[in-house]
């Protein structure tokens, strides 16, 4: 889930702006979105099998005009099983600088599959949660998006990663990454998804989000700030990243302190059944 190219220096954008540039594009990409996983899902109740690369063809076939592109690929990198478990596809996506200063940027969004597990799983919790996934990650990037438009040409890289680069261990460059201001805004609002996708009734505050950070770990964003930075929750990077985490709550969920049902995008046509949101 990062940036082609990213890193801004100078002073972080108004999470306002970036929340209704990126609002604008995913509602133009929702619907045809919605749409595909609808399809797939009817297939699956069939008995037909969903291979991941149909997928992906078919999403990148209604999204690339927004000029976000789906590929399936597969790699040995992945795990082969998960004991039993409902098999899900690695994620990446890069949002890559624009050619031309009026040209929107392009998004890639890869699904990554071991070549034993190409087919998608046919429970439709499993279907709920990889659209989760999916959705997630686009809006991540739709968020760099908006800091190339919003930024223009006052926005200097400082950091480059390459397509297909694993940063594995947490050293000083992953740091260095996550320190960056434009991964700051995108993460954070990753984690209010995150949030609310498990606790879609509980609203988000600071005391909860720290001690997610310091005890509980169960947001994959937060677990991922708090290993790279070995815990040390009054590091400068980490002290942003949770004021940008808050500042995107009060955005994405302006009756901050009054019971929301789930994100945006989950919000229509669901109902809460255990921890997994269904169909209704």
């Keep these: ?50 291979s991941g690369r149909h997928l992906a063809y078919q999403l990148d076939r209604v999204c690339r005009r927004r000029n976000v592109r789906f590929f399936a690929k597969q790699t040995l990198r992945v795990e082969s099983s998960l004991a039993g478990m409902f098999y899900y596809p690695d994620l990446t996506a890069f949002c890559y ?10 998004i890639e969004v890869l699904m990554w599959y071991h070549p034993q597990h190409f087919r998608l799983p046919t429970k439709r919790m499993a279907w709920d949660y990889l659209q989760y996934r999916l959705y997630k990650i686009v809006h991540h990037e739709l968020v760099h998006r908006a800091q190339f438009v919003i930024a223009g040409e006052t926005r200097e890289c400082t950091m480059t990663f390459e397509p297909h680069r694993y940063v594995s261990d947490f ?13 700051i805004e995108a993460y954070a609002r990753d984690t209010v998804e995150e949030w609310y996708y498990i606790n879609p ?36 990077a980490v002290k942003r990243y949770l004021t940008k ?26 109902a809460r059944r255990g921890s997994v949101f269904m169909h209704e």
């Design 171 to 183: 050293s000083k460059e992953c740091q260095q990454y996550l320190g960056e201001m434009d991964e």
């Design 97 to 106: 600088e624009p050619a031309t200063p009026h040209t929107r940027p392009k």
């Design 201 to 236: 009734t509980t609203p988000l505050t600071m005391r909860a989000l720290m001690k997610e950070f310091v005890k509980t770990h169960r947001l994959a964003t937060v677990h991922y700030y708090y290993l790279v930075f070995k815990g040390d929750i009054n590091h400068l």
């Design 1 to 50: 889930m990062r940036s082609a190219m990213s890193g801004r220096e100078g002073c972080p954008l108004d999470i306002k702006r970036l929340h209704a540039h990126v609002e604008q594009e995913f509602s133009a990409l929702r619907g045809p979105m919605d749409a595909v996983f609808d399809t797939m899902r009817d297939r699956v109740a069939r008995g037909l099998q969903v």
């Design 245 to 270: 985490v808050m500042a995107w709550n009060v955005v994405m969920t302006p009756m901050s302190h009054t019971h929301k049902p789930a994100p945006t995008y989950l919000r229509k046509h669901r």
